[in-house]
């Protein structure tokens, strides 16, 4: 069992949608990150959070410590948000979820 | 414009050749880290330096090497040991331990 999950693997939408994509973690962190691979390959840090709910325009990312799981929301949605999503767990080290890929249609 | 940067996009290598991948930051960041990406994998750890002259191994160090003689370079040298170095590699750099990491560009090393 890997010690990050990201549901679901792929995610098709309409644009305009609200997309929820998850995490489930089995290991102790001090920090979850999200993170942003487009098609060219580079890599975006979106949020990084250790409690409660972050914020940035259309995206909120929210943590359950107790419960081991993150979500990532994006409100609104459009095709450029079409892109792999990853999620991360640790501290100096960190480990990786597979990635959720995105694709929003017009 | 600060960020990091990783020369070059691709690489094309002959197998049994060494291959040095480049990762520069003017974040001033201390902490550097090297990442290797295969299809359907989340990214791993190869290498990682925490200040300058000082690097630990990762999870997947076997057949790379690495050297911190300068803050803003994280040189990682693909070796011949390594028995499957075609991958994407991501280089990233932080402030330190537990602060957001920035990620270069990367690099598509195909080794045939």
């Known amino acids: 069992k890997n010690e990050v999950e990201q549901s679901p693997q792929n995610l098709t939408a309409q644009e305009g949608e609200f997309i929820t994509i998850n995490c489930s973690y089995s290991?102790?962190?001090?920090?979850l990150h999200w993170l942003q691979q487009h098609p060219g390959g580079g890599i975006v840090s979106l949020f990084m959070?250790?409690?409660g709910k972050k914020k940035h325009g259309r995206l909120i990312a929210t943590i359950n410590i107790q419960e081991k799981h993150s979500s990532l929301h994006i409100t609104a949605s459009h095709p450029r948000d079409s892109a792999v999503y990853i999620c991360a767990v640790g501290y100096e080290k960190l480990t990786f979820g597979t990635g959720t890929r995105l694709t929003i249609i017009p | 414009d600060g960020g990091i940067t990783q020369s070059p996009k691709y690489l094309f290598r002959k197998e049994g050749q060494n291959v040095t991948l480049s990762c520069e930051q003017n974040?001033?960041?201390?902490?550097m880290y090297w990442y290797r990406q295969d299809p359907g994998q989340g990214l791993r750890l190869i290498y990682y330096s925490q200040i300058v002259n000082d690097f630990q191994k990762g999870d997947i160090a076997e057949g790379y090497s690495v050297s911190r003689e300068k803050k803003e370079s994280f040189p990682l040298t693909v070796t011949s040991a390594q028995k499957n170095p075609t991958a994407f590699y991501l280089c990233a750099s932080s402030q330190g331990q537990g602060t957001e990491q920035y990620f270069g560009p990367g690099t598509r090393l195909t080794v045939t």
């Open positions: 290991v102790g962190i001090s920090a």
């Open positions: 974040l001033n960041h201390d902490a």
């Open positions: 959070l250790s409690s």
